[in-house]
């Protein structure tokens, strides 16, 4: 089934302005089809079993009799079986019996192999929608699914109402696993916590269910302090201990139904959909809360670059430095009478040493103004340095971050001698080296905080509470997960599981091009230095039945604008129903 197919499953009628692409594509009867038309009496029999093999065939449905048929879609059916196309709008002005509708939907039934779910299958589809819905918060997203499965395994859609019904049955399902997950990997008395937690009230009034989840209004060092003050609450819960295995959707879902009511109405939910909510609740929020934190610490430190290059002049000041030039050849002038040789040599001497003194370059100034102005956002890398970095092997930034971790719980501000830090760049080597060790010290914070906003950009240092700032290997799936789910995954792509099956067509089709290249160049059609040339072709005189033709098309057609030939293009193809569907998933959260 193609991916354009998924827009007609589960429609109860056709639609009033089919096109002629998608009455070929399924109401065009195989050799089988047709022997189970033409065994029909009467053409009216024959039309309208046609009519229901490809009405099921297109959405998986049973067609009513009270459903409009267009007349273009009669037409077509006409033609295909050479009877002369009813006037008739629907099944029931054509029927002359109640009864011939239902057996020409079983007759359908049985030439496509359609069948009725069984209690079987029903519990394997909700098994189907229990996968599904640990990646997919999205419930519409989920009955196209259910619709795909049931079209997929020759089974016909059942009402919407009933794979609702089933959806519904595979929530209960993940929550009551995801309950006794929980259960049994959170000892009572932390859960107990939690739910006290929550409801618990906060100085200024609010709960913290509304603190938590309230976002910082700005990356200011009062908003910064705050979210690290709900980081140690989080910690202090013990809530990044606990919950590594459930899925990031799952924590999400249940956090963002927890928000959706009142705080005083918490208390009211029954178990397990209690427990299940506060616990990804306060799980979601660590996540978000560390996403906040390195988002506005990547933007102070921003803010710290922007305000050291104001203080620094764009260009090199070259009026004092001709100043001084000039004063140093007055200075040589006015030494009275100079030998010529010993006043050439020493306006070299003058020329070599301006030509050495070359001024600092923009960005060495603005690293200097970054060490001067690195206190007021000390405090801000004291906090960030007791969180739980990580990398892959050893990396510079967790490494002096570590050291200075060190220095801070000492309380000292002088960089010991022996740290030079060389893997934090070359470029602040002559500062981090100074005899100044409180400068040096200075220098240090200020590389140590670049090279973490570097690493946090480019994924090579991460937190594991995090959304956005995970580690690499968290972006893919397990070596567990992918041997059990990789056969379901190549099936959905109808790939091969192996890369040789795969590559074998795609080599046969390879050597079979280059094998005709060979040919043509041995040949003289086709020449090889550095490129292929080909000899140009010779200009074909014109089909005069092609002017003709054309000339017709521009007679009939006349002038037509752009946009009315995309009206007419989506009017026969209907690409835009696909499109607008994808859009409405896109907003409700389906598609990411």
Not at 206 to 221: C, E, Y
Not at 479 to 486: F, K
Not at 546 to 555: G, I, N, P, Q, S
């Amino acid at each position: 089934m193609q991916g354009w197919h998924t827009t007609f499953l589960g429609m109860r009628g056709l639609p009033r302005d089919i096109s002629d692409f998608e009455m070929k594509a399924f109401f065009t009867f195989d050799g089988a089809e047709r022997d189970a038309i033409n065994a029909r009496r009467g053409d009216s029999h024959k039309l309208g079993l046609a009519l229901h093999i490809g009405f099921l065939r297109m959405s998986g449905r049973l067609l009513g009799a009270f459903r409009v048929i267009p007349v273009a879609l009669w037409r077509h059916l006409g033609n295909e079986l050479g009877i002369a196309a009813p006037e008739v709008a629907s099944l029931r002005a054509m029927y002359e019996r109640g009864r011939t509708l239902f057996d020409h939907q079983q007759v359908a039934c049985t030439v496509l192999g359609f069948q009725w779910m069984s209690e079987h299958q029903r519990r394997s589809l909700v098994r189907e929608l229990r996968d599904k819905v640990a990646r997919c918060a999205d419930r519409d997203q989920l009955l196209v699914r259910a619709r795909q499965w049931l079209y997929k395994n020759k089974l016909v859609i059942v009402h919407e109402r009933a794979i609702r019904t089933l959806i519904a049955a595979a929530l209960a399902q993940l929550e009551v696993e995801t309950g006794t997950a929980i259960a049994a990997s959170v000892d009572p008395a932390t859960l107990d916590r939690w739910r006290a937690s929550v409801s618990e009230l906060r100085p200024d009034g609010q709960t913290q269910q509304s603190w938590l989840w309230a976002a910082p209004a700005k990356h200011s060092t009062r908003q910064i302090s705050e979210v690290l003050e709900r980081i140690d609450l989080l910690y202090t819960l013990d809530v990044h201990k606990h919950l590594a295995d459930i899925p990031d959707l799952i924590l999400r879902r249940y956090a963002r139904r927890l928000v959706s009511r009142p705080p005083s109405a918490g208390a009211k939910i029954k178990e397990p959909a209690r427990t299940v909510e506060v616990a990804c609740f306060l799980r979601y929020c660590l996540f978000t809360t560390t996403d906040q934190l390195i988002l506005m610490v990547q933007r102070r430190i921003a803010d710290l670059w922007r305000q050291a290059a104001a203080d620094v002049p764009a260009t090199v000041n070259w009026a004092a430095m001709y100043k001084t030039l000039l004063g140093e050849l007055v200075a040589l002038s006015a030494q009275g009478a100079v030998p010529d040789a010993e006043l050439r040599a020493r306006l070299e001497a003058l020329i070599t040493e301006t030509q050495k003194r070359k001024p600092p370059s923009r960005a060495s100034l603005v690293r200097e103004g970054l060490i001067d102005g690195i206190r007021p956002v000390r405090s801000l890398l004291v906090a960030i340095a007791k969180l739980p970095w990580q990398a892959t092997g050893e990396h510079p930034a967790i490494e002096y971050l570590a050291k200075l971790q060190a220095l801070y719980l000492k309380g000292s501000r002088k960089l010991p001698v022996e740290v030079v830090a060389p893997s934090l760049g070359m470029i602040w080597q002559v500062s981090i080296s100074s005899p100044d060790r409180e400068r040096a010290f200075q220098a240090l914070e200020v590389a140590t905080l670049f090279a973490l906003r570097r690493a946090v950009r480019n994924g090579s240092v991460w937190i594991e509470h995090s959304l956005s700032f995970r580690g690499r290997a968290r972006l893919f799936f397990t070596d567990e997960r992918w041997q059990a789910e990789s056969k379901k995954h190549y099936a959905r792509l109808s790939l091969p599981s192996k890369a040789a099956t795969f590559l074998k067509p795609l080599l046969a089709r390879v050597t079979a091009g280059v094998d005709a290249v060979a040919a043509a160049a041995r040949s003289g059609v086709l020449r090889v230095d550095d490129e292929l040339h080909l000899s140009p072709l010779p200009a074909e005189d014109e089909d005069p039945e092609v002017t003709k033709l054309r000339a017709a098309l521009d007679h009939r057609i006349g002038e037509v604008q752009l946009p009315e030939v995309i009206l007419a293009v989506d009017a026969q193809v209907r690409f835009s129903v696909s499109g607008l569907l994808r859009a409405s998933l896109a907003a409700a959260g389906g598609i990411r």
